[in-house]
């Protein structure tokens, strides 16, 4: 019923956010956000943000923290730059170090053979 509303100009987004968003600064906000990377939305919120054509106001969508109203209003392609590159070869490097210290076997015996002098 509210997505109804805004599409036919009766409410904006602005009063939606207002009326109904529980998190006081969101709320303040007018529900604005910011920029979001891909990574930050949970996969099917992801899909609905990245496939609309801005400015779009997303239906309603369900997800375990309830119905997310969405308005999109710009999607900004990033281009791979020096500090983009680092952000990502750094990532890939965490990652793959915390794989491989997740593999490592601590021994705490020691075999002792021969004599001491």
């Known amino acids: 019923m509210i997505f109804y509303k805004f599409d036919k100009g009766e409410t904006s987004f602005y009063e939606i956010a207002h009326e109904y968003i529980q998190d006081t600064e969101l709320r303040r906000s007018g529900g604005y956000r910011g920029i979001v990377k891909r990574q930050e939305f949970k996969p099917e919120i992801s899909a609905a943000v990245f496939a609309a054509e801005p400015p779009q106001l997303l239906k309603p ?14 999607i900004v392609k990033s281009e791979l730059d020096g500090k983009l590159r680092s952000e990502i070869v750094s990532d890939l490097f965490s990652g793959w170090l915390k794989g491989e210290i997740g593999e490592v076997e601590v021994v705490n015996e020691l075999e002792l053979s021969g004599q001491f002098a």
């Open 61 to 74: 969508i369900v997800s375990s923290k309830g119905a997310h109203l969405i308005l999109v209003e710009e």
